[in-house]
Every structure is written in structure tokens, then in C-alpha cells.
């Protein structure tokens, strides 16, 4: 497991966390709600920690141990081949609905959405969205990291 994200990523992934919430609560999706970094079990020996998950399952004493409905990486330098590959691999196995993956250097997301058990990009621009349910739906903006 990677350590925590810092700097760039840890702000990008906060801002990204609290616009979920903040959307969530104005839509009284209450099946939902949004963690940062917290661990999910997939199995014994597989565990992940996703940057930000969205999930609606039961919310979780320790760990998160049904799939997210959303699961958002932010790239670092060190982490890039990884979310892309193996991490992708297995949030469509394990039937991760959307999974988005955000860039800070290129500030560009990727958005893949599980269709028939398999992972389809979708369209993205700097606004996304994505619909969870039939009445909650997420509009994400790529966040700009302030410029000192």
C-alpha cells in the first residue's frame, strides 16, 4: 500500500471529498455517503485505500467491505501506472461502478463506468458527471491548485 497522498493530491482529493458531500446532502441522498483514504477489504490478503469512495452500503465501523458505487484516485508521480493498471483491473472485477482518475499535472480526469462487467471511458471535460441513482447525480469539477 502507498502512503497517503500529500500536497497537490491530498488538496485535489479534499476538494473533491467535500463537493461529493456537499451534493449528497443537498440531494438527501442518505443511502450515501463519501470517506477519504479508508481502507476496503476486498479479500484476506487484498486490501486498497482509496483516495476518495462513495459508498451505499452500511457505513463502516472500521473498514469499507462492499464495493464503493464511486472510487476516485489522484495521480501522483509514484502511483500513475498502478491506479491505471492494476487498481483499475481490480475495481472492475470487483465491480466498482464509476471509477474516476484525476491527473493534477495535467489537470484531467478519466472516468470509466462499468457496463456489462467491463470498464467503458467515458466523456470527460473539466465538469463531469455522474449519476449515481436516479435522483442523485454528481457534477465534479477538476480542481485548480492555488498558485503561490
Not at 458531500?21 to 463519501?34: I, M, S
Not at 455522474?130 to 465534479?140: G, K, R
Request: charged letters at 25%; a neutral charge.
Amino acid at each position: 500500500m502507498a502512503p497517503s497522498p500529500f500536497g497537490r493530491n491530498q488538496w485535489s482529493a479534499t476538494i473533491l471529498a467535500a463537493s461529493i458531500k456537499q451534493q449528497l446532502d443537498g440531494q438527501n441522498c442518505r443511502d450515501y455517503f463519501v470517506l477519504m483514504e479508508t481502507g476496503w477489504i476486498v479479500r484476506d490478503q487484498t486490501v486498497v485505500c482509496p483516495d476518495v469512495a462513495v459508498c451505499c452500503d452500511r457505513f463502516p465501523e472500521r473498514f469499507i467491505k462492499a464495493p464503493p458505487r464511486l472510487v476516485i484516485e489522484v495521480f501522483s508521480h509514484s502511483t500513475a501506472e498502478k491506479d491505471q493498471t492494476s487498481k483499475r483491473a481490480l475495481y472492475e472485477f470487483e465491480k466498482v461502478t464509476y471509477y474516476l482518475m484525476l491527473n493534477t499535472a495535467t489537470e484531467r480526469f478519466q472516468l470509466l463506468r462499468l457496463i456489462d462487467r467491463v470498464y467503458v471511458e467515458q466523456p470527460s471535460d473539466e465538469l463531469i458527471l455522474i449519476p449515481l441513482h436516479n435522483t442523485c447525480q454528481l457534477e465534479l469539477l477538476v480542481p485548480r491548485v492555488p498558485k503561490n
